[in-house]
């Protein structure tokens, strides 16, 4: 009898023994997460709420910097703006 995975590429280097083994790992791990019932399952989705709302602090902070970055860099350039049109008027 022929065992068709024996025959695939993936199984005939140690490239895929190892792909496939990561593979089977992130599954059994998928299911035991799953598998989780009760108060582990409310501290993971607390742990999750956590996670989200921290990701979105640190997007707020990001976007805070950047606004006032951008709002430091527009007033430089409008001042150098300013002065080229100055000079432009003063030698026309």
Excluded: C, H
Aim: charged residues 25%.
């Amino acid at each position: 009898m022929s065992y068709p995975i024996l025959a695939l590429p993936l199984v005939s280097n140690p490239i895929g023994w190892a792909v496939l083994g990561t593979a089977g790992y992130l599954t059994y791990r998928a299911g035991k997460k799953a598998g989780l019932k009760g108060e582990d399952q409310a501290v993971q989705e607390n742990l999750f709420d956590r996670t989200v709302k921290g990701t979105m602090k640190t997007a707020y902070k990001t976007k805070m910097k950047l606004d006032d970055s951008l709002a430091s860099t527009r007033e430089k350039y409008s001042e150098m703006w300013n002065e080229a049109q100055a000079e432009v008027a003063d030698n026309a």
